[in-house]
């Protein structure tokens, strides 16, 4: 069964997304997700320019051949564009495979290891009553864990607080005052202002407020977003451990992956990293130095399938599980895979979820469900997940970005 032809498909039904379909000369097709957000044409012109001609005429089935075949023979290895490029290849070839074989994937990475997935979703507010109020509003829709996003006094605006100005209408027809989206349509970046000192005196009294209002049961997520130096992030991490999150997540950028040290030597608070990392290798020290607990990259980013697998397969040496990205610039298609290999792996933690638009869903109708705060893969073989090319074809790419962030004296930061 050869490659017969591949196409990358652009789309951007509320949001920018690019899709790696590769046919075989047998009519089987496969999906595959690329989308890396704010430079999503730089992967559409990697698939389009330097892969697909190489896949034309290459064995289907042989998926560990091909990974290698584009990962050692681009020679310039690693990094968000290509690791995603080489995801998409990949995951739309494990589409085909499970397609061919009849099964839902999952039952081709050995089967389900539970019923479904515990996912979160993303609460946030400016303040604390609107904070409540979308807490509350995800439990209502099945969330059994949440993450806390909140602003910062004296910030107009801060990561992971939906406002009217970033609202997102999800899938069932509802504009979430809730979810937002991060990437702003426009020809540059907007610029947002940060505060570290302000942040560190307030999130404390967030937690506390939130833990009073909703009890300790309720598992719950903070994003620090890659914003503090590591001793910032060691005093965060000590300061929330009386109210015992699931974990505290990018609480310090991790190129350097030493200085997670500092943290761990401070505090007992879970730590989740990885979203921003592609390869095993981002991850190396950080698992035997047992300095995080949960890896965060999504199926997307890190090279696939078979790319994130390996990583799980390596954390699970290391007792860390998987806290797999689910944001709403990850498509169904890699969400969809996510889900598959979450079912199956032994070391799963929680998956986000962020419901995707109306739009997105009238795209790619996924066969995924949220049921009762579980999500569960779809029955059918392959991944699950179609592709519209009438729908497709309606929403045109529209250049967006993610903000950047500059602290209060005008210095560049992390956003
Ligand atoms: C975030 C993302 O969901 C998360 O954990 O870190 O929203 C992230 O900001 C976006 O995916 C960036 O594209
Ligand atoms: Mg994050």
Known sequence: MKIESAEVLVSSPGRNFVTLRITTDTGVTGLGDATVNGRELS????????????????????????WQYLYRGAYWRRG???????????????????????????QLLGGRSREGLLCYG????????ELFD????????GYRAIRVQTGVPGLPSVYGVASSANAATTADGVTSRYDHEPARPGAKPVEESWDTR???????????????????ELPLLHDAHHRLTPIEAAKVGKSLEPYDLFWLEDVTPAENQAVLRRVREHTTTPLAIGEVFNTIFDYKDLFEEQLIDYV?????HAGGITGLRRIFDYAAVYQIRSGVHGPTDV???GLAAAIHLGIAIPNFGIQEYMKHSEATHELFRPGYTFEDGLLKPSETPGLGVDYDDEVGAAHAYAPAYLPVNRLLDGSMHNW
Do not use: C
């Open 43 to 66: 992967v559409a012109s990697y698939l389009a320019d330097h892969i697909v001609p190489l896949l034309i005429g290459l064995d289907a089935h042989r998926i560990e051949d091909t």
């Open 198 to 216: 302000a942040y560190i005196r307030h999130i404390p009294t967030v937690f506390e407020a939130v833990r009073n209002e909703f009890g300790p």
């Open 296 to 300: 965060r990259s999504p199926v997307t």
């Open 331 to 333: 498509s169904p298609v």
């Open 80 to 106: 968000p564009i290509t690791m995603a490029a080489i995801a998409a290849v990949d995951t739309a070839l494990w589409d085909i495979k499970a397609k061919v074989a009849g099964l839902p994937l999952y």
């Open 134 to 141: 979308s807490i509350r509003h995800h439990q209502e829709e």
């Open 122 to 129: 993303h609460a946030s507010g400016a303040e604390l009553p």
